[in-house]
């Protein structure tokens, strides 16, 4: 704004001042720009890419093909590395084939039972061991359901906080149904779990 109020007030504005103002002098780095720059110095992580728009994901096909940004004001700037780009989804949306094709796959699957303990009283050491293993057992029958949207861990982890917080030791059907909003996060699913929490509590 003051380069502009500058130009504006001064008699040699011209044309090529005015340009200048669309420069890389104004230019605001953000990570994609950061790590073509930094190229094989730096390893950019795209989180969660499936919660992106198109326009996003298309806009990364030239960064995962070129590994370069094109900036209309300012033109093409290319890594001299390739940096090493790590993509995460959660597969709320199919990404499109043209950038699956430019990246290595790795399937990741959710934890086993004895693993997913593990997670809960690492990250909760207070928690009790009988607890933590019955949370887990209830999730893991819970992604046996056909849900929208099946619980990861982090929905493991809030599911104990959540019985702590309101004093449970243990779970059965009431604390299962007072504390489901913290594993369940779909309408839809809440009313499928609703008339199973009897099975998934008590297994049967």
């Known amino acids: 704004m003051l380069q502009i109020r500058a130009l504006s007030e001064s008699d040699a504005a011209d044309e090529s001042a005015v340009d200048a103002l669309f420069g890389e002098k104004f230019l605001l780095e953000r990570p994609l720009l950061e790590a073509v720059r930094a190229g094989g110095d730096c390893v950019l992580l795209i989180d969660e890419v499936d919660r992106a728009d198109d326009e996003f994901e298309a806009f990364l096909l030239e960064l995962l093909s070129d590994f370069q940004v094109t900036i209309p004001e300012v033109g093409t700037i290319k890594a001299e590395s390739r940096p090493l780009v790590v993509l995460t989804s959660n597969r709320t949306r199919e990404l499109h084939d043209a950038l699956k094709r430019r990246c290595l796959y790795h399937w990741i699957d959710y934890p086993t039972s004895?693993?997913?303990?593990?997670?809960?009283?690492?990250?909760?050491?207070?928690?009790?061991?009988?607890?933590?293993?019955?949370?887990?057992?209830?999730?893991?029958?819970?992604?046996?359901?056909?849900?929208?949207?099946?619980?990861?861990?982090?929905?493991?982890?809030?599911?104990?906080?959540?019985?702590?917080?309101?004093?449970?030791?243990?779970?059965?059907?009431h604390t299962?149904?007072?504390?489901?909003?913290?594993?369940?996060?779909?309408?839809?699913?809440?009313?499928?779990?609703?008339?199973?929490?009897g099975s998934i509590v008590g297994g049967s």
């Open 114 to 173: 004895e693993r997913e303990e593990d997670i809960v009283r690492t990250r909760l050491p207070d928690v009790p061991a009988t607890l933590a293993a019955k949370v887990v057992e209830a999730v893991h029958r819970l992604r046996g359901l056909e849900l929208a949207k099946p619980p990861g861990v982090a929905e493991t982890l809030d599911w104990v906080e959540a019985l702590r917080t309101v004093g449970a030791d243990d779970l059965d059907e």
């Open 176 to 197: 299962f149904l007072d504390t489901l909003g913290s594993v369940v996060k779909d309408r839809d699913d809440l009313d499928v779990v609703e008339r199973r929490a």
